[in-house]
């Protein structure tokens, strides 16, 4: 079975889709050429992949069908993921001696952005951030190209359905595939830095039609249209108001309405079965504040001692604030309700430096341990590094960080405040000509941060409490500039640790953090303890030489 122009010589079906992505954080997608064949003029450094028509910033239909591959492998298997995107070489078959070609079932286009009203693509200054200094690293800085939230685009799909008995297999892949899409755990990222925060998407509203080829109407009603009006009428269901905005819903009544109801709850129920990816979610509330004394609870943040203090992860002031401030602590639009089109612009708790800021402070308390039970100091390099990320040196090559940042997380509540500060001559004491900086800083606010654990065990669980405590008591790591003027201090009042998947026992446990630091001797105190004894044991062992 060859594909031609118009999709495969020999096919009973067509299912074409429509789905309007929109982007929860900002999200950068790069051009494949280093060189832009756009006009995005100016001294970017990276820059938006563009239609070179158009010039139009554009998702790839090869980098959709790319996460959409990852995704339904990582809940399937690679045989699964031939059946439904095709293999590079060789045949994956549906059941003895009915065997599908190496071409994919799945066909999908670029799709356009769509920003929101208001808002443009934005150029933000991007920043390598040392874990060890909390500083930039020199020479660490580019200018780059972001696609603000709420950005959407419209992505068109088809699914060729070879044979009719094959249809119910090819929907439950299907469905498999974009659950990642469906705001589940940690979903599907778009673009690049996602483990910082950044590329977080949602689909918002699924349009479907199914086309029975062997049916004179069926034939004619997706041969007989161009491409054009496909795509269009497509879109026109998108904005419906009576749209549905989950794809197991709306195939279920599309299965319905052709008289496939047996189909219909089949695909349902599969499509309904959990991740089996085993993960870690830490669910943190972060209040820009410190605390004036021991742990207390309370709805409000002062009957839980806390201090309101000031943030500044600094960025360009707004048009109208040029004028007037040097720095202005960083505000981006937020996607507060997915499934509209209005973003309100907020301030933000930092991506890159809040990540950096963790990684400083697990860091700093695996290294004491280890010295303090007498450890190998390449052994908790190489543990933490194995964890968190590590550069390429001398004896290895570099490694991804297992745990990510789930979004950029926006600050709720607090207030703007304008300081003024000047430069002291530390001789005479008066302030040094030409040295008077005006700034607008961000005072109190919280906001919800999750981080996502990959495969993880009982030491990296140990890791994650130590880093609860640390933030739940007395920070001594601050976020953003200003930490020398004691800007920054972050306090953690709300931390739970789910595990999800996976064969170990405790799968589905929730562990509140903030209950084992008040109460010590409690039955979930006795878990992070043994968690911890798993922890020492990770950094003192000795590799086998």
């Known amino acids: 079975m060859n ?24 999200t950068h ?45 990582g809940r399937t298997d690679h045989a699964d993921a031939a059946v439904l995107f095709g293999t590079g070489s060789g045949r994956a078959a549906f059941g003895e001696g009915d065997p599908l070609p190496v071409a994919s079932a799945l066909d999908l286009d670029d799709a356009h952005a769509e920003l929101p009203e208001d808002t443009n693509v934005t150029v933000r200054v991007g920043t390598r951030v040392d874990p060890a200094t909390g500083t930039v690293h020199p020479g660490r800085m580019w200018r780059w190209e972001v696609l603000p939230a709420g950005t959407a685009f419209v992505c068109h799909l088809r699914l060729w359905v070879p044979e009719r008995a094959v249809e119910e297999r090819l929907l439950t892949l299907l469905l498999l595939a974009v659950r990642g899409l469906e705001g589940e755990g940690p979903g599907i ?18 349009a479907a039609r199914r086309h029975d080829l062997t049916d004179l109407d069926g034939w004619f009603g997706f041969h007989a249209r161009t491409w054009a009006e496909r795509r269009r009428r497509a879109t026109e269901a998108l904005t419906d108001a009576s749209s549905v905005k989950g794809l197991p819903e709306l195939l279920e009544i599309r299965l319905r309405e052709h008289g496939r109801a047996a189909t ?35 709805p409000d943040p002062a009957a839980r001692g806390l201090r309101p203090g000031l943030l500044m992860i600094g960025d360009v002031p707004e048009p109208d604030r040029l004028a007037e401030v040097d720095r202005a602590h960083r505000r981006r639009p937020v996607a507060c309700e997915p499934e509209g089109d209005r973003v309100r612009v907020r301030p933000v708790l930092g991506d890159t430096a809040l990540f950096a800021l ?30 968190w990320g590590a550069d390429a040196n001398g004896r290895r090559s570099s490694t991804p960080s297992r745990i990510r940042l789930r979004a950029t997380p926006a600050l709720t509540g607090g207030s703007a405040l304008t300081t003024t500060r000047s430069t002291v001559d530390a001789l ?31 030491a990296v669980r140990g890791l994650l409490a130590l880093l609860v405590r640390e933030l739940a008591t007395v920070p001594l790591d601050t976020l953003g500039a200003g930490a020398g003027g004691g800007n920054g201090r972050l306090t953690a009042t709300r931390a739970v640790l789910v595990t999800l998947g996976g064969a170990e026992e405790g799968s589905g446990r929730v562990v509140d953090l903030m209950t084992v630091l008040q109460t010590p ?19 003192t062992e000795r590799r086998n030489r």
């Open 264 to 298: 219909a709850a089949h695909v349902r129920a599969r499509a309904d079965t959990p991740d089996p990816r085993h993960r870690a979610e830490l669910r943190m509330e972060l209040h820009v504040a410190e605390r004036a004394g021991p742990l207390s609870q309370g």
């Open 189 to 206: 990222r778009i673009g690049g830095r996602t483990g910082r925060g950044h590329g977080a998407v949602r689909a918002t509203h699924w």
């Open 3 to 26: 594909h031609t122009l118009d999709g495969p010589q020999r096919c009973a079906l067509i299912w074409e889709f429509a789905v309007r992505l929109r982007l929860l954080t900002d």
């Open 358 to 387: 963790f990684k400083r402070v697990s860091g700093r308390l695996v290294r004491d341990a280890a010295e303090h039970l007498g450890g190998p100091p390449e052994r908790w390099r190489d543990w933490h590094g194995h964890w």
């Open 29 to 73: 997608v790069g051009a494949a050429r280093a060189t832009p064949r756009h006009a995005a003029e100016g001294d970017v450094d990276l820059s938006l992949d563009r239609d070179p028509r158009s010039g139009l910033p554009r998702l790839r239909a090869t980098t959709l069908a790319g996460l959409l591959r990852h995704e339904l492998t």
């Open 428 to 458: 005479f004491g008066d302030a040094v000509d030409g040295r008077l900086f005006t700034t607008d800083l961000h005072c109190g606010g919280s906001a919800e941060v999750v981080l996502d654990v990959t495969e993880p065990d009982d």
């Open 521 to 539: 001797e409690g039955e979930q105190a006795r878990l992070v303890r043994g968690w911890l004894r798993t922890l020492h044991g990770r950094l």
